[in-house]
């Protein structure tokens, strides 16, 4: 199988290098797995993946910090790939991705893959890469949380899932983070080789195979703050009683249920309920990284009335369970208060 890893102005070797290496690493597990890996897997001797990262014009180029990212070849010299990814890329003077030629080429290669029926993905700001080439209008994606505003901005059409940490809709496949070329890699790996060996991957490389959601670690209350609507909502239902149902927020904003229901889909791309169900969780959090209250007090604190239903609601947008966020965000805490008297 064969996977093109595109080159552009700004593009950050690291991740360029990263998620070249994570399919070499793949191969070389099946080529020679560690004793008692692998088990029920079939041997081969030849590899799975062959990698060729390409620029535009086949040149190499140098990435932000000056590094020179060698390339195999330019878009044209590839006839056929399965997958083709972009990754992250530094943000100009503006925060966001550069405009160029070379990204422009990339964006219509990246066309011209998908057309032919290869998996195409992008990591971080590579997202906008696939935004430039049309593939994500109207369809579900994701991109860095710190640039989803932006990302909204520049591509209206696209339908930007606030929060996630992987999308894929019609063999289109986005991630957020500067670090998220190993999820982009993992579940290309998956998409194209299978569970089992996505998971050989995972544990020879040590990741995580299910990557947690970005809302976890993003300010609580972040998207609500690009419009006066959300913000209004966000109050409502941080002070309302247990039971606040999607009717009852539209009356206190003093809109129809339709018309609450058509500007959320439009700002934030979720229901009435869904919006209402995030601002609990995200205030659940802060309560759960307060020392002193149980998880059926943080429940009832946020609206639920059933600690079984929060637990469910809970793990939904997080991908742990209360208690296990607790301990999470403590131990985060524990590392930076760590980190801050080592310097003193």
Same mark, same amino acid.
């Given at each position: 199988?064969?996977?093109?890893? %595109? ?21 070389? /597990? ?30 190499? %180029?140098?990435? &932000? ?9 330019? #878009?044209?010299? =590839? ?16 925060? %966001?991705? &550069? ?28 997202? #906008? ?5 049309? =593939? ?19 591509? &209206?059409?696209?339908?930007? @899932? ?36 996505? !998971? ?5 490389? @040590? ?5 947690? &959601?970005?809302?976890? +670690? ?6 609500? *703050? *690009? ?13 309302? /009683? ?6 009852? =927020? ?14 959320? !889909? ?19 959090? @802060? ?16 609206? +639920?009335?059933?600690?079984?239903? #929060?637990?469910?609601?809970? @793990?939904?947008? *997080? ?5 296990? +966020?607790?301990?999470? /965000? ?12 080592? /310097?003193?």
């Amino acid at each position: 199988m064969r996977i093109a890893i %595109l080159a552009v102005d700004g593009s950050l070797l690291s991740a360029i290098a990263g998620l070249s290496d994570l399919f070499w690493i793949t191969n070389q /597990s099946l080529r020679a797995p560690p004793e008692g890996v692998a088990a029920g897997l079939p041997d081969r001797a030849d590899p799975l993946f062959t990698i060729a990262i390409v620029s535009a014009d086949g040149k190499p %180029l140098r990435d &932000p910090q000056g590094r020179l990212i060698s390339v195999d070849g330019a #878009f044209r010299d =590839l006839d056929r790939c399965d997958a083709a990814l972009a990754t992250g890329m530094a943000l100009g003077a503006d925060r %966001l991705p &550069p405009a160029s030629a070379s990204i422009t080429q990339g964006a219509a290669w990246m066309r011209t893959c998908h057309r032919q029926g290869a998996l195409v993905g992008a990591a971080c700001a590579g997202t #906008f890469v696939l935004g430039e080439a049309g =593939l994500l209008d109207g369809r579900r994606c994701t991109t860095t949380w710190w640039l989803h505003h932006a990302f909204k901005r520049r591509f &209206p059409k696209a339908r930007p @899932v606030w929060g996630t940490a992987l999308e894929e809709q019609d063999g289109i496949v986005t991630t957020g983070g500067p670090l998220s070329w190993v999820d982009l890699g993992l579940h290309v790996i998956r998409r194209l080789a299978g569970a089992e060996i996505a !998971k050989l991957a995972a544990d020879i490389s @040590v990741a995580d195979s299910l990557p947690l &959601p970005q809302m976890i +670690y993003a300010p609580r209350g972040f998207i609500n *703050t *690009t419009d006066p609507l959300l913000l209004r909502a966000e109050q409502i239902i941080r002070h309302a /009683s247990p039971g606040l149902t999607a009717e009852g =927020l539209a009356q206190a904003l003093g809109l129809s249920g339709r018309t609450l229901h058509r500007r959320l !889909k439009e700002l934030t791309d979720e229901s009435p309920k869904e919006f209402i169900t995030r601002v609990r969780i995200e205030t659940a959090c @802060v309560l759960l990284e307060t020392p002193g209250a149980s998880v059926k007090q943080v429940a009832l604190a946020c609206g +639920y009335g059933e600690e079984s239903v #929060f637990r469910r609601a809970f @793990v939904q947008l *997080t991908g742990m369970t209360p208690a296990d +966020y607790r301990r999470w /965000s403590a131990g985060r805490t524990a590392d930076n208060a760590a980190s801050r008297t080592a /310097s003193i």
